[in-house]
RNA sequence: GGGCGUUUAGCUCAGUUGGCUAGAGCGCUUCCCUUACAAGGAAGAGGUCACUGGUUCGAGUCCGGUAACGCCCA
């Protein structure tokens, strides 16, 4: 083995094998209790970024230790087809060309993506792998593959069956870059400064007039009314009285309308039936036309008389001109607003009245509901569960048609000859009312997210009742970030109690956003995202693993800092040498794969082991609950702190005394050998490349999850510790040299130092040390005291006695201010009465401590004159 | 406007049934190239846990209020 460790070494030669060991399948455990997981699917044109390393690790982390665990354990992979992104995508590689998707065709534009798709599609899944991710490459699936769009397609029958699904005109938000309609999250709402402008509309009988205010001055164009609060006083006598709209001469009524907010700026407000959610109902209610002004390129529509064919913006201008010059205008005053944009292009949403289709939910979010509220179903940490109820609650119908060309095509078919909708599964030859046999499919696909809702059961086969949907579905955990519970987890959650009738997972992991090192969001435009490849690269994959991993707390967001990848990487260093120490002790290959404990394990050996017992029950506990920083952290801190400087160094005596050595051996084999298995689901390459050196039997990924056994550990240990660290921080503060041999004078009435203590205070602290009992003349010593054990340095030669004093005097200062505490607390007392017993009897013995101590300190001082 | 989150060491963050002499990584100071590792070891400095009021024997942890920052929804 090289002296250090080189990641990218070690990281290229693993997965090939993994593979082909099949070890990623669940058929590797063939009797094991399923658990399965399903992987938030990519959009297959993209990359991985830093938040899918994330996603990712902590899902191969549960997988992986499933894995061991003995589970037949199945994590699924696939990518999502992405309708708009992917679109887009091609569009602008053919934009390069001087081509629009118009110029191809329909057909040959999807040919286009399909093409694009086998290109660029497997770059993801090279992306996937070259984390490490042990994900069952042959069940992967694609959102637009064929299962997957069958599923789709029956689901989109039944819906519309059921009255779930149906076509209608409303208002929908469309994008005029994208050219299609795009549901309410698909918006991004931003706060902008704008200019809310107040415009008289005249009463057309001459007596009057009525102030409308408005950010959107164009689509005055398109005003059918005006309306007012039926409550509004101010109002009384101008209801039911018209008004001639300014520049088109339309003579429009004034209604009353509950919907008004009163007291909102004048009180009036315009209203624009085909550009308004909230005008749109009003005109329903009203029964007003609604005329549509800014047509599906954002242009005035000829309804807009001289205005015809301006863009919305110019439009904007050029009628508040216009409106400023016949003198309409009353005020002009700047006004905070907040303008939709397009989720995936950020153009400014326009507000459009539409003939699409749409998900009725009202009857799907009930039973949505209730698996979390009975627990059936959890998020973690819970109190997503709140957003989830709130967010579901007000949930309105779900526009589901896209007027793209990637993607899954509407299933309805119109007659031309008796203007039948016909939906179904299968293409229908002929009209089922009228015989007819001239029938338009519908042109429009449907949102990714109607595929991607299905993915915990269209992925296992449904509506087929395969193997894999009995074994593998619900399933256990869904990992995901919190930025897509309302696209998907919500929508998942309502199909898979529509269609299978059980909530599609169990625990549902709610993780963090990785922010930049600012704490800012990453993003390409402002050009601090990192890409977790780079990172790989330079750091190794694990690393950047156990980095993101040591830091997802549940549910927080992550700041990337690159100290802690490099801290990461350095801790693979160690580990790397930590093997490479072991392997000097044992023989490569003779470490079994599990068990082999020692019969009869030497003190230092049954301390490791009591421990290894105790942070290993830890951390399985802390990975139950999905508390990943902190199960890393217990691991990293019980390996490098305890494993690594402490037992380590121990052990190096310890072999070196043939009656202890093979007590040693063995237990450094196995606790070395349990660290790569635990280590193993977050730093799943290095510890793969360890375990084939020290233990060479097998694959660590298929290894069995380690069950260190309880241990009783006769004690001693730590006493020696703290003897051993007092003595260094002795020499530290005296500026003793390491090579100055310090003598220790061990006072051992209790019997708790040991014979093997002195071998080891010897070459962990270079002193030399005698059981002889105190010495006869204490003055001229300083010591060291645990309970009744005592240690005693003669300064003579050493040190000057009076450089010990300051040494002493800070002692005494701080444990009479510990003491002081624990008298306080004791000296209430409430505290005796109402304390538990255990935390009383505790304060007490800690007085007891303090006090002993002190006593001791205090003699030393009077000793050193 | 409503909801949620954050505020703990110089920096970035942990701290889940209230018992903490408040931890980690990085940075900093001193010493050490000791035969696993200088990508390392040893020792150390550094915090009135945002502010405020309360509950409690006891509050970083629970409750109310304030402030700043951030996110989501309208």
């Known amino acids: ?227 007012v609060h039926p409550d509004d006083e101010k109002y009384k006598d101008a209801v039911g009285k018209t008004v001639t709209l300014p520049l088109i001469g339309r003579e429009i009524p004034i209604v009353a309308d509950g919907g008004v907010e009163l007291g909102f700026g004048t009180g009036a407000v ?267 690269d330079e750091y190794g994959a694990d690393a950047l693993r156990l980095a993101l991993l040591q830091s997802a707390a549940p549910g927080h967001d992550i700041p990337l800092n690159v100290e802690w990848i490099d801290a990461a990487r350095r801790f693979g260093n160690k580990l790397w040498n930590a093997v490479r120490f072991a392997l000097n002790h044992v023989e490569p290959g003779s470490v079994p794969a599990t068990g082999g404990y020692p019969e009869d394990p030497g003190p230092i050996d049954a301390w490791i082991l009591s421990r290894l017992h105790a942070v290993a029950a830890d951390y399985d506990a802390l990975l139950d609950e999905y508390r990943f920083s902190d199960a890393v952290g217990q691991l990293y801190n019980f390996a490098w702190s305890e494993t690594f400087d402490w037992y380590l160094e121990l052990a190096k005596t310890s072999v070196r005394n043939p009656a202890s050595a093979d007590a040693t051996r063995q237990t450094l084999g196995v606790v070395v050998r349990d660290l790569l298995a635990l280590f193993h689901p977050i730093i799943p390459y290095l510890t793969e490349e360890l375990w084939s050196e020290l233990v060479g039997d097998g694959l660590v990924a298929a290894a069995k999850w380690p069950q260190p056994p309880a241990v009783e550990s006769a004690g001693g240990v730590n006493e020696l510790q703290a003897l051993i660290v007092w003595v260094r921080r002795f020499r530290a503060e005296h500026e003793l040299s390491p090579k100055t041999q310090i003598q220790l004078l061990v006072d051992d009435p209790a019997a708790i130092a040991q014979p093997w203590w002195q071998e080891q205070l010897a070459s962990m602290a270079n002193v030399a040390a005698t059981y002889e009992g105190p010495p006869a003349v204490v003055a001229g010593h300083t010591r060291f005291t645990s309970g009744a054990l005592q240690a005693f340095v003669p300064l003579a030669g050493l040190v000057d006695v009076a450089a010990e004093k300051p040494r002493l005097e800070k002692a005494i200062a701080q444990t009479e201010q510990l003491l002081a505490r624990s008298q306080g607390k004791l000296g209430n007392p409430n505290f005796a009465e109402r304390a538990p017993a255990d935390v009383v009897a505790g304060e007490r013995r800690k007085v007891e401590e303090f006090n002993a101590k002190l006593e001791k300190l205090r003699t030393q001082l009077a000793e050193l004159g």
């Open 1 to 227: 083995m090289d002296a250090s460790y080189d990641p990218q070494a070690v990281e290229s030669r693993w997965y090939q094998i993994w593979e082909d060991a099949g070890v990623f399948r669940p058929e590797v455990n063939p009797d094991g209790e399923p658990f399965s997981i399903v992987i938030p699917p990519p959009n297959v044109t993209g990359v991985l970024h830093i938040g899918h390393a994330l996603n990712m690790s902590i899902q191969d982390v549960i997988i992986r230790r499933k894995r061991m665990q003995g589970y037949a354990a199945l994590w699924l992979p696939g990518t999502d087809h992405a309708g708009i992104a992917t679109q887009n995508v091609v569009e602008r590689e053919l934009a390069k060309e001087g081509l629009s998707r118009h110029d191809l065709g329909r057909e040959r534009f999807v040919e286009q993506v399909w093409a694009w798709k086998a290109k660029h599609g497997n770059r993801i899944n090279q992306q996937v792998r070259r984390l490490g991710f042990s994900t069952d490459w042959s069940r992967e699936r694609f959102t637009f593959d064929k299962g997957l769009s069958e599923a789709v397609g029956h689901v989109f029958v039944e819906l519309y069956n059921q009255d779930l699904i149906y076509r209608g005109e409303r208002i929908i938000n469309w994008c005029p870059r994208c050219h299609t309609a795009l549901s309410e999250i698909e918006v991004e709402h931003e706060e902008e400064i704008g200019e809310l402008t107040h415009i008289r509309y005249d009463y057309t009988d001459g007596t009057g007039s009525v102030v409308v205010a408005t950010t959107r001055p164009e689509t005055m164009l398109g005003d059918t009314a005006v309306a």
């Open 270 to 536: 315009k209203v624009t039936p085909a550009h308004d959610p909230l005008d749109f109902e009003i005109s329903q209610r009203h029964d007003l036309p609604a005329i549509k002004v800014i047509d599906t390129e954002a242009n005035i529509t000829r309804a807009g008389g001289e205005f015809f064919g301006q863009d919305r913006f110019e439009a904007r201008e050029a009628v508040r001109h216009e409106l400023n010059k016949q003198g309409y205008i009353v005020e002009v005053e700047d006004h905070h607003h907040s303008v939709g944009h397009c989720s995936r292009c950020g153009t400014v949403v326009e507000p459009m009245l539409s003939l699409q289709w749409f998900v009725k939910v009202g009857p799907l979010v009930g039973p949505a509901v209730e698996p979390i509220k009975d627990g059936r179903a959890r998020y973690i940490p819970r109190r997503w569960e709140n957003n989830y109820f709130r967010w579901m609650e007000d949930l309105r119908d779900w526009c589901i048609s896209r007027q793209l060309w990637w993607g899954h095509r509407i299933p309805a078919w119109y007659c031309d000859d008796c203007d039948e909708v016909i939906v179904s599964v299968e293409e229908p030859q002929a009209c089922t009312r009228c015989d007819g046999s001239s029938l338009r499919q519908d042109e429009d696909v449907l949102d990714t997210w109607f595929s991607s809702q299905l993915w915990p059961f269209s992925t296992m086969g449904w509506p087929e009742n395969t193997p894999d949907l009995e074994k593998y579905y619900p399933t256990d955990a869904l990992v995901t970030a919190y930025d897509i519970i309302y696209f998907w987890v919500a929508r998942m959650i309502m199909m898979g109690i529509h269609f299978t009738h059980r909530e599609p997972f169990r625990d549902i992991v709610i993780h963090g956003l990785v922010r930049a090192a600012d704490g800012r969001k990453m993003s390409k435009s402002i050009g601090n995202a990192v890409d977790p490849f780079d990172l790989a």
